[in-house]
């Protein structure tokens, strides 16, 4: 398993400032995303970087992919109360026979105090 | 409106009596898949397919079956339940073209065995 792997666990900030989760992964992927799960809820989509990006924006969100150290952060800026909830970073990598699969992290707890 | 739709969202069940939890996928979308998610143990996938009639192992398929007669469906069948699979459940959905893009994801289903 090619498991994305997660820090800090748990973080917890104040309003306004800024987050930063990363993650780690063993072998080559094709792409790494970043997804929100608010408590016991489905998980929503943040944002993809594919293995030949190295930065990419989208409002609020920073993500960062270093494939020599396979490694990915996402910044969250100027956070805010909603903000609170679970990231986790999910691979996609080759496994085999023209199949992909998608291998989450077990997450970074986030929360923001008002 | 574009959605992935699980039922039932919450099941109580005992050992041993086989049960079906359904998703239906409304965006044409390729590939699905399911995930159990624990504490302390995040996402894990079960089972993924890549097309009708086409299904695969995941990280942790032991005590689950899957079929894929439709592109929209992709039921998950547990024929003996075990108290080890008391857990909450997420179907997944994605297009399908170069690598995994992003997954649309259900509401979950809270199984508990007992």
């Known amino acids: 398993s090619q498991q994305g792997e997660e820090d800090p666990q748990a973080l917890s900030i104040q309003e306004g400032e800024n987050a930063t989760m990363n993650c780690s992964y063993k072998?080559?992927?094709?792409?790494l995303q970043w997804y929100r799960q608010n408590s016991g809820r489905g998980l929503v989509h943040l944002i993809l970087?594919?293995?030949?990006?190295r930065e990419k924006h989208s409002g609020r969100l920073r993500v960062t992919l270093d494939t020599s150290k396979k490694s990915s952060s996402l910044l969250i800026t100027a956070s805010r109360a909603a903000d609170t909830a679970s990231y986790f970073c999910?691979?996609?990598?080759?496994?085999?026979?023209?199949?992909?699969?998608?291998?989450f992290g077990k997450g970074t707890k986030l929360s923001v105090i008002p | 409106e574009a959605q992935v739709t699980q039922n039932p969202r919450y099941l109580i069940t005992v050992t041993g009596k086989k049960l079906t939890v359904t998703c239906s996928q409304n965006?044409?979308?390729?590939?699905m898949s399911w995930y159990r998610q624990d504490p302390g143990l995040g996402l894990r996938q079960i089972y993924y397919?890549?097309?009708?009639?086409?299904?695969d192992k995941g990280d942790v398929p032991e005590g689950y079956k899957v079929s894929r007669k439709e592109k929209r469906n992709f039921p998950l069948i547990l024929e003996s339940p075990s108290p080890n699979q008391t857990s909450l459940y997420f179907c997944?959905?994605?297009?399908?073209?170069?690598?995994?893009?992003?997954?649309?994801f259900g509401p979950g289903t809270r199984l508990t065995v007992t």
């Open positions: 999910a691979t996609a990598g080759y496994s085999g026979a023209g199949s992909y699969q998608l291998t």
């Open positions: 072998t080559s992927i094709n792409n």
């Open positions: 397919s890549m097309n009708v009639e086409v299904t």
């Open positions: 970087i594919r293995s030949n990006e």
């Open positions: 997944a959905s994605t297009l399908w073209g170069a690598s995994p893009s992003e997954q649309y």
């Open positions: 965006m044409n979308h390729e590939y």
